[in-house]
C-alpha cells in the first residue's frame, strides 16, 4: 500500500533562517506531488506541485522554493524565512491528474 | 484564477440536527472533491464526483454535483460528536491543480 512521509512534525526556527522540509512516498511511481499551506483556522493555499522529476509548477511567488530530486521525494525550502511563512505546511500526493489527493501529517512551522 | 467559494465558515448545531455546507466554484469543474479535516489533523480524502447532477451517500452524508458542475453541497443527517472537524470541497478543471475552499468548520454540541 502507498503511504506518505513528511517531518519533520513541528519546526520552531528564527527569522531569516533556512527551512528544508521533506516528503516521501513509498509504495507508488510516478505520483504527482504538492505542497500546500494552511494558516490558522484558513483554507488550503497551492504552493508548488510537480508532474515528474526536475519538474516543478509554482502558484504563488514568494521566499519558498520547491525540488523534486527523485520521483518521491519532494522537498520545500527557503533561503530566508519570514514571520508570515509561519504556518501548517501539507504535501501531498495523486496517482495521475484529477485523482484524490493524499495528505501526510503536515510541518508545523512557526517562525519568531 | 479558478475560485472556489464555500460556506458557511463555521456552523455550531446540537448533535442530532442536521448540517450543510455549500460550495461554488467560479468555473466548470471537471471534478469535486470532499476532505475531511479533523482538529490538528491533516485533510483526509472523502468523495470525489465526477458527473453532471451526481449524488452520492457514505452513511448519513451525502454528498451532490450540481448540473452545471459549478456547485457542490455537503449534507450530514443526525451530526454526532465524531463529525466535528473541517470539511473542504476541492475543484479540479481537468489539470494538475485542485483548488480548495476555504472549508467550513463544524462544531458539534453535545
Known amino acids: 500500500s502507498q503511504t506518505i512521509h513528511q517531518w519533520p512534525a513541528t519546526l520552531v526556527q528564527p527569522v531569516g533562517s533556512p527551512l528544508s522540509l521533506e516528503c516521501t512516498v513509498e509504495?507508488?511511481?510516478?505520483?504527482?506531488l504538492y505542497w500546500y499551506r494552511q494558516a490558522a483556522g484558513r483554507g488550503l493555499q497551492l504552493l508548488f506541485y510537480s508532474v515528474g522529476i526536475g519538474q516543478i509548477s509554482s502558484e504563488v511567488p514568494q521566499n519558498l522554493s520547491a525540488s523534486r530530486p527523485q520521483d518521491r521525494q519532494f522537498i520545500l525550502s527557503s533561503k530566508k524565512l519570514l514571520l508570515s511563512d509561519s504556518g501548517f505546511y501539507l504535501c501531498?500526493?495523486?496517482?495521475?491528474?484529477?485523482?484524490?489527493?493524499?495528505f501526510g501529517n503536515g510541518t508545523r512551522l512557526t517562525v519568531t | 484564477g479558478q475560485q472556489v467559494m464555500q460556506i458557511p465558515q463555521y456552523q455550531h448545531v446540537q448533535e442530532g440536527e442536521d448540517f450543510t455546507t455549500y460550495c461554488n466554484s467560479s468555473t466548470t469543474l471537471s471534478n469535486i472533491q470532499w476532505y475531511k479535516q479533523r482538529p490538528g489533523g491533516h485533510p483526509v480524502f472523502l468523495i470525489q464526483l465526477v458527473k453532471s447532477g451526481e449524488v452520492k451517500k457514505q452513511k448519513r452524508l451525502t454528498f451532490q454535483f450540481g448540473e452545471a458542475k459549478k456547485n457542490s453541497s455537503l449534507h450530514i443527517t443526525a451530526t454526532q460528536t465524531t463529525d466535528v472537524g473541517t470539511y473542504f470541497c476541492a475543484g479540479n478543471t481537468g489539470g494538475f491543480k485542485t483548488i480548495f475552499g476555504a472549508g467550513t468548520r463544524l462544531f458539534v454540541k453535545a
Open positions: 501531498a500526493w495523486e496517482q495521475g491528474a484529477n485523482s484524490p489527493l493524499h
Open positions: 509504495g507508488t511511481s510516478n505520483p504527482n
